[in-house]
């Protein structure tokens, strides 16, 4: 019975770190290989070579995106960060059942798939959308507003809503968390609503904050297909170059070296999200 | 991936049987074909299955990619037959992916059409690899309405009386050919290094025209549908036909500097182990009967029957492997991120 | 008491939740510069009447007056008085100095003010040196100092402590009580402290309110109450009385005779006045029984217990064997101690001997 309850022990010590070398770190050390490798004429040169990691930074094409990229993200991210704060606090201060009601209705776009999302976004804001008949049956606009969609501003507005859950959610969760009598403790010490706000909640739900940061950053910098559905011809991202790379030029090494970028941009979040924890504590 | 156009025939003719048909009897044998949507109808399959005593198993790709993979896994043996796009035949030769075909046993070679005896593209080395199939092209659709006539030049894009009603491919390789189309280039498939620039230049232009770009066959007649759109460099006649299906009044053309054309070969796989039950299957396909049901069931172009075939043939480039694609690709980067 | 001063009224104040009333009728008034100490069981509603004052819930009846003033309605962080809850809700993310400076820095004193003021608050309550500690890094008696170090702080009218010891190991909580009880003094400002621990109630307090189920019970000096126990219920919170149940006999004045199994005694009524024919406990304290009496009822020693300087001894009526007493005698006194299975004859003075009406229920 014991040698029976060990292998299983083994079996599943084994499961749980064999699972995330096989899905996790065995794709990134792949692609980390194969961005060392090239290209020659359509077959893998496997040798080592810094080549693609120079084409990168050599390439203005490959940096002016990346940066309008970034900055793209960085924009959702904090738009969705304010929205989301506003709206887990609002949530979090009602009695517990319209909590759970209202936490609901913003989590309950989760349950629907990604890309009947991005389709509803465009049923909504395309030429013939329904925001647009709204305004030509109101006698507002005779003309469909074209602007709403195929721009960047199309692609920000996508990101906000396909993206704001993952804010909302872990800011709620850790502003649940704080001990009510914290919030009692401010005020009994002659602290005003915003007192308690900035200086308890907004400092202990940091760690929320900077989770919601990193999933909004990360997921919409690899985002490639909302730009491509919404963006119109100003929908061209890092992402949808990585893809490019991968699956029309079928130059892998580049890909993975784009890819590489990519990640690493995301583990830099990470790691400027780690710094920000710290200025939640105040000695 | 030169030609994006895999599944969608599925998409129009609906479920397609992928699953093994065998009859009782198995005289023959299997032949085992690796090909596309809409190449192996449960009709005609039903038809040969009866006719020779053989049996037919198809597995679909859904790009030359895959079929490359598929077929270097075994060495081809996995396979008898491969339906092959133009684009892509010449890897499979210089990958000996498969086998000259012996023209003696292709009884049915007579029955093309002359246009398609004559096309070059499974030609090697004056060695036939394959015979032609089906066919199709990259037009213009149109809305009617828009256009009484159809549009004779692909100029008509870049025309700024239509700018924000525009649609084209999101795809490196097809518009770095309608860009050496619209420049008239000798060869579409062969551009030139210092070609590239005025490409790029005209590609960029048309960009500014353009209401978006989309990916996909769906995505193309979705957009097209939602906004207002007249003109679409599309993905095949299927993109008008689905348009028309949803009730938009559209046309399709072939203007007159042409457009791409692409072209489905059988052959006969390196590895075939049934080589008599491919012979067979290509002289039971390559009939004008089938070649007409494939065009009304499926929108292909036939090789063997003129039967509700348009009449553009001779304004189709027929695709060939493009000459640098990672450079297409970089062109491509420039032109979709407004650096120019 | 003329001298009194009350800084905070409650007037018939009751308070309920839904369809359960957990307050009803509470009067009670706390002196400027008074200890008062609310004790009582779980669920006895002492803490509702602590966050009631504190303002955190808002009476369903009944007026708070503050300095004649109703101050019901007042919003928690208008009220001049601070709290010391139970877990201390120390705000984690902050150092002890920003804990303790967080009352100052929220009512906009000049930061150059809050720094003096903080390290004359860490002085009194002895952690000047943990300044820039988190709560996290600091052990239970030190998190309670500084609970109290940011009530007081804000200079409040009244500081309201809620069961502050009751995480406290036992040694740490009679040092609090000393400590708690010295910086009142020196403050010279009311406290009022919630406890269900008895000791720390006699320890500290100047008055102590006994709540039961919602009402209070008695109030009065500690003193008071462990001679006095108004009630069965008090005298039961107060430990080791004994009780000898019977009925009343006869009335006279302040006096009562009372039939008991071992035959009728006197007593003195101090809760209201007992009717003939009502069922009583006479309450004796431990220490005022008195072996070896000449007159007497005769008891079976059945257990001495040495506790230090006194020691308890366990007897057993003779002839009523249902009457047990236990009597607290000095360990090292002139007369020897009874042992165990000598019969003595115990006796009291009849002043010690209160009669409290009996109850169905004992709380």
Redesign the interface.
């Known amino acids: 019975m014991d040698d029976r309850r060990d292998l299983w022990r083994m079996g599943w010590a084994a499961f749980c770190l064999g699972l995330p070398f096989l899905f996790v770190l065995a794709p990134i050390g792949t692609f980390i290989l194969y961005s060392f490798w090239h290209n020659e004429s359509g077959a893998l040169v496997r040798e080592f070579t810094l080549e693609n990691y120079r084409a990168f930074f050599a390439d203005p094409v490959f940096r002016s995106i990346y940066l309008q990229t970034v900055a793209l993200c960085l924009g959702a991210t904090i738009v969705n960060l304010v929205a989301g704060y506003g709206i887990a606090l609002f949530a979090s201060r009602r009695p517990p059942r319209l909590r759970f009601a209202l936490i609901l209705m913003f989590m309950l776009p989760l349950f629907t798939s990604y890309i009947i999302k991005v389709y509803a976004v465009r049923g909504i804001l395309g030429h013939r959308g329904v925001l647009n008949e709204l305004l030509i049956a109101s006698g507002l606009i005779s003309e469909p507003i074209t602007a709403f969609i195929f721009s960047q501003s199309a692609i920000f507005l996508t990101f906000i809503v396909l993206y704001l859950p993952f804010a909302i959610l872990p800011i709620y969760l850790s502003i649940e968390r704080i001990p009510e009598n914290l919030g009692t403790a401010s005020a009994d010490l002659g602290g005003s609503q915003m007192d308690e706000i900035r200086h308890i909640i907004l400092p202990l739900s940091l760690p929320g904050v900077v989770v919601a940061a990193l999933f909004n950053f990360v997921m919409t910098f690899g985002d490639f297909v909302t730009p491509t559905m919404v963006g119109g011809t100003e929908g061209f991202t890092f992402g949808r170059i990585v893809f490019s790379q991968f699956g029309v030029a079928l130059n892998w090494p580049l890909g993975a070296a784009l890819a590489v970028i990519l990640l690493a941009t995301s583990v830099l979040a990470v790691g400027v999200a780690g710094l920000a924890m710290r200025w939640s504590t105040a000695r | 991936?030169a030609l994006t156009r895999r599944g969608m025939a599925g998409m129009i003719a609906g479920a397609m049987v992928t699953a093994t048909l065998r009859p009782a009897f198995a005289a023959g044998g299997e032949v085992r074909m690796l090909i596309w949507d809409g190449y192996a109808d449960p009709e005609w399959v039903a038809d040969f299955e009866k006719q020779t005593g053989y049996t037919v198993r198809a597995t679909y790709a859904t790009s030359a990619?895959e079929q490359i993979a598929k077929m270097k896994a075994s060495g081809g043996k996995d396979y008898d037959i491969v339906a092959v796009d133009s684009a892509s035949i010449k890897t499979f030769v210089d990958q000996k992916l498969i086998t000259p075909l012996d023209m003696a046993r292709l009884s049915s070679f007579d029955n093309l059409l002359p246009d398609f005896k004559n096309f070059q593209g499974p030609i090697f080395g004056g060695v036939r690899y394959g015979v032609p199939l089906a066919w199709g092209s990259l037009g213009l659709v149109y809305d009617k309405a828009t256009f009484p006539e159809p549009p004779k030049s692909w100029a008509v894009m870049w025309d700024p009386k239509y700018k924000?009603r525009v649609i084209s491919q999101?795809?490196?390789?097809n518009n770095i050919n309608l860009g050496a189309i619209m420049l008239g280039l000798d060869d579409p498939f062969n551009v030139k290094p210092d070609e590239f620039p005025l490409i790029r230049t005209k590609l960029a232009e048309l960009?500014?025209n353009?209401?978006?770009?989309f990916?996909g066959f769906d995505?193309g007649t979705?957009l097209f549908a939602?906004?207002?759109v007249v003109l679409m460099f599309s993905m095949g006649e299927l993109s008008a036909i689905a348009l028309q299906k949803k009730g938009f009044d559209v046309g399709y053309a072939i203007p007159d500097e042409g457009a791409l054309g692409w072209m489905d070969s059988l052959t006969l796989s390196a590895g075939a182990t049934n080589v008599d039950g491919a012979y067979a299957w290509m002289n039971f396909l390559l009939q004008a009967k089938y070649g007409a049901d494939m065009t009304k069931k499926f929108g292909y172009g036939s090789t063997t029957s003129a039967e509700g075939a348009p009449d553009y043939t001779s304004r189709l480039k027929w695709a060939k492997p493009p000459e640098d694609?990672?450079m297409?690709?970089?062109v491509?980067?420039?032109v979709?991120?407004?650096?120019n | 008491m003329n001298q009194r001063s009350d800084v905070l009224t409650l007037e018939a104040v009751g308070k309920s939740f839904g369809t359960t009333t957990v307050l009803r009728d509470i009067s009670l008034s706390v002196a400027s510069n008074e200890f008062l100490t609310i004790l009582g069981p779980s669920g006895s509603g002492k803490t509702t009447i602590l966050r009631l004052i504190a303002g955190f819930e808002a009476p369903t009846t009944g007026r708070i007056m503050l300095d004649g003033a109703d101050i019901s309605q007042m919003p928690i962080n208008r009220r001049p008085f601070n709290t010391v809850f139970q877990d201390y809700a120390l705000f984690p993310h902050l150092s002890v100095r920003r804990n303790v400076g967080y009352g100052l820095m929220v009512r906009g004193v000049p930061k150059a003010e809050i720094g003096p003021r903080v390290e004359a608050v860490l002085a009194i309550v002895g952690l000047q040196d943990y300044a820039l500690r988190l709560p996290r890094e600091l052990s239970g008696g030190q998190r309670q100092r500084v609970a109290l170090a940011r009530a007081i702080i804000c200079e409040p009218r009244v500081i309201l402590l809620d069961e502050p010891l009751a995480a406290l190991d036992v040694a740490l909580r009679a040092q609090m009580c000393k400590f708690l009880k010295d910086i009142q003094r020196r403050l010279d400002i009311a406290f009022v402290f919630i406890t269900h621990d008895q000791q720390e109630a006699i320890a500290m307090s100047d008055r102590i309110v006994v709540m039961r189920d919602g009402r209070i019970e008695q109030i009065g000096g500690p003193e008071e109450l462990y001679g006095f126990p108004a009630s069965r219920f008090v005298a039961g919170f107060f430990g080791e009385n004994n009780l000898i149940d019977g009925v009343v006999r006869a009335i006279d004045g302040a006096r009562c005779e009372v039939e008991t199994p071992i035959g009728p005694l006197w007593g003195v009524t101090c809760g209201p006045a007992a009717a003939v024919g009502a069922e009583v406990h006479l309450s004796i304290r431990p220490e005022a029984l008195v072996p070896g009496a000449t007159e007497g009822h005769r008891f079976l020693v059945r257990d001495a217990q040495f506790a230090g300087p006194t020691t308890l001894i366990e007897a057993q009526g003779v002839e009523a064997p249902e009457v047990t007493l236990r009597l607290r005698l000095p360990s090292g006194g002139t007369r020897a101690l009874p042992s165990v299975g000598d019969v003595v004859a115990i006796g009291w003075s009849e002043a010690d001997a209160r009669v409290i009406a009996a109850e169905g229920s004992n709380g």
Do not use: C
Request: proline share 0%; no cysteine; aromatic share 6%.
């Open positions: 991936m990619d924000g999101d795809d490196a390789n960009r500014g353009l209401l978006t770009y990916a995505e979705t939602e906004n207002n694609l990672a297409r690709q970089t491509w980067n420039e979709r991120s407004g650096a």
